[in-house]
């Protein structure tokens, strides 16, 4: 690891800034930004970095997604800026920077304001788009405090969408041999991916409208199985205009919050639909790096004898968050506890537990939903709440996290992803998270005191930024609450709270603080292992050693998922639908631009093994 990170605090406040604003300044925001953005397009033509640092604050930070850098970079500061530019700016050929009649003034906060505008610009490659937000300073300049420029297109290559669809009509019995052909690849495609959950389809879908050759290989019998396979009770937590997909976005006919299987049978079709190349019932049982790069993979099917070889110049592993293998601790005297031990991946239905007593170790998304599906049922369920959790109630929260883009009637799902990945995350870590945080449980209190009454342990998240780093560093921890809250308040869900199982007898369970409980079953909701692990297994020791953490973020606020590897060709997918709606364009794109030879030079981050600084 990195060395750990405290962040600091960024919010550029008027105080901070040591001004005020212009009583007009809202019905002025667009001669602002239009003043700004010309100096700004006559300093950057001229490719004078003095120029254009001074049209910036001193720790302004600019963050650049694969347009400048061809890597997930954010640069903090005059110097860092200054060094990002002076490396940059001439052998990416900036140029034909053009005004988009997009300004908003925002206040997010009483003491914060800004103006936020848009540019497009291309590269010698590349159609990309800028995002800037301007602060007042003490001179009464405006200056930029964020900047974003994202990759949007290739030039030579756009995506085989609308205009550019396919035109010739094509009769059925052809196409269905067309299909049959595509899907038994008699030659190598270019790029294989483990996987046919939501990363592996969206990316493969991005990857075939780029005319790049994808095998996508799922080890179950249907796309889809893994949500099928979850607990009855599952529904999606963030709302549906949160979670649309690439190219078929869910009909206004859809449910707010998705049902599990629902979701199931949406990814099967959206794979028909799109006619994605699925190995269903297939495993990949290995993967060697050649000395030239490409990698032979092994992929055994099911209904084949014989093992096929793939030369592949892109292997993508998306097999979802951690290694697959449940996450049990080991407690003395398991063997002598008359009960059952399971894990949450293994819980179906509430069914299964009547007249029982049952324990749920975890405070997470999932330890909720399968204590309230039990409660629901009248099961005596307890949850073990070893340490403090956010919670949260979307409903009422979503205005905090996501809700002025993603709402009925929002803006177009790409501008609202564009605005929202220009924020860097050292702005949010730096204070907008902790005041979103507060907000929500200022807004919850009445929920959140009565949680606290029967002695369930509420918390802002880690370093009280709410979900953020809660999500980012540890992969969970947090609670979106559809139901449980209620049946807790209401004590038909127990709360034991501050502690951990010390050993198990035989009717149940010793705790660390000395107490003991009678039960007839433990549920562990304590997710999977290092998701490095499935890298060993599949490429070896050699490979996975190579490879980063897949949680947490670097020093520069950036994630270590959706970037080019140190090792050549080798890719990490997941998360939730919107991180991978935004990003596995740009995985793509970064693919096909491989494949076209238009990356000459990268200016990238460290991406090794010890890149993650833990916040602390």
Same mark, same amino acid.
């Given at each position: ?91 990416? +050929? %900036?140029?034909?920077?053009? $005004?988009? *009649?997009?300004? @908003?003034?925002?206040?997010? /906060?009483?003491?914060?304001?800004? !103006? =936020? ?51 010739? +009509? %094509?009769?059925?019995?052809? $196409?269905? *041999?067309?299909? @049959?052909?595509?899907?038994? /690849?008699?030659?190598?495609?270019? !790029? =294989? ?424």
């Amino acid at each position: 690891m990195a060395p750990p990170t405290t962040p600091s605090f960024r919010i550029p406040t008027l105080e901070r800034l040591g001004a005020s604003l212009p009583a007009n300044i809202e019905s002025n925001a667009a001669q602002v930004a239009k003043e700004w953005f010309q100096q700004f397009t006559s300093v950057i033509s001229k490719g004078d970095v003095d120029g254009i640092l001074s049209l910036f604050c001193e720790d302004a930070l600019w963050r650049d997604a694969n347009a400048l850098t061809w890597d997930l970079r954010t640069f903090e500061g005059s110097a860092k800026i200054r060094t990002f530019l002076e490396a940059r700016l001439k052998v990416t +050929g %900036v140029h034909a920077l053009k $005004w988009k *009649e997009f300004v @908003r003034y925002q206040k997010p /906060f009483p003491d914060t304001a800004w !103006v =936020l505008g848009l540019f497009n610009f291309d590269t010698e490659v590349a159609l990309c788009t800028g995002v800037f937000r301007l602060v007042p300073t003490s001179t009464g300049q405006w200056k930029a405090y964020t900047m974003f420029t994202n990759l949007d297109d290739l030039k030579s290559f756009p995506e085989q969408i609308g205009p550019r669809r396919r035109q010739d +009509g %094509v009769p059925g019995a052809i $196409w269905l *041999e067309q299909r @049959r052909h595509e899907m038994e /690849f008699e030659t190598s495609p270019t !790029v =294989l991916i483990v996987g046919g959950g939501q990363s592996g389809l969206m990316l493969a879908a991005r990857l075939k409208y780029l005319d790049i050759s994808t095998l996508v290989v799922e080890k179950d019998p249907c796309i889809g199985d893994s949500w099928r396979k979850r607990y009855d009770s599952l529904c999606l937590h963030f709302p549906v205009w949160f979670d649309h997909m690439p190219y078929i976005p869910f009909p206004s006919t859809w449910p707010k919050y998705t049902p599990g299987p629902k979701m199931a049978e949406w990814l099967e079709s959206y794979a028909k639909l799109l006619e994605l190349n699925v190995w269903t019932s297939s495993t990949v049982l290995g993967a060697t790096q050649e000395p030239n790069g490409k990698w032979t993979v092994q992929v055994q099917r099911l209904d084949s004898q014989t093992k096929r070889i793939f030369r592949v110049n892109h292997f993508v592993i998306a097999t979802g968050q951690g290694d697959g293998i449940p996450r049990i601790p080991e407690i003395p005297n398991q063997n002598v506890f008359s009960g059952s031990v399971i894990h949450s991946s293994q819980y179906k239905r509430a069914a299964s537990y009547k007249n029982k007593k049952v324990l749920v170790v975890g405070a997470g998304n999932s330890a909720h939903d399968i204590a309230s599906d039990l409660a629901k049922d009248g099961i005596d369920v307890t949850l073990l709440q070893r340490s403090s959790t956010f919670v949260m109630n979307l409903d009422k929260g979503w205005k905090y996290l996501g809700g002025s883009l993603y709402h009925e009637g929002g803006p177009p799902i790409e501008m609202a992803d564009l605005l929202t990945h220009s924020m860097p995350h050292l702005l949010l870590e730096g204070g907008m998270a902790q005041r979103g945080a507060k907000a929500i449980m200022a807004d919850q209190k009445e929920m959140i005191d009565s949680l606290n009454s029967v002695g369930y342990k509420t918390s802002l998240g880690l370093k009280d930024a709410g979900i953020l780093l809660t999500l980012k560093q540890n992969g969970g921890g947090h609670y979106f609450d559809v139901g449980a809250t209620k049946l807790i308040i209401e004590k038909k869900i127990k709360i034991k709270s501050g502690t951990q199982i010390k050993t198990y007898d035989e009717h149940g369970v010793e705790f660390e603080d000395g107490t003991r409980l009678d039960i007839d079953a433990v549920i562990y909701a304590t997710g999977c292992g290092d998701m490095r692990n499935f890298i060993r297994l599949l490429c070896g020791d050699v490979i996975a050693d190579q490879c980063p953490p897949m949680t947490g973020v670097n020093e520069e606020g950036e994630m270590s998922w959706f970037r080019a590897f140190p090792i050549k060709g080798l890719w990490y997918m997941h998360g939730n639908l919107s991180l991978n709606r935004f990003y596995t364009k740009h995985v793509a794109m970064y693919i096909k631009a491989e494949e076209e030879s238009l990356i000459k030079t990268r200016y990238a981050a460290d991406i090794g093994p010890d890149c993650i600084s833990l916040r602390v």
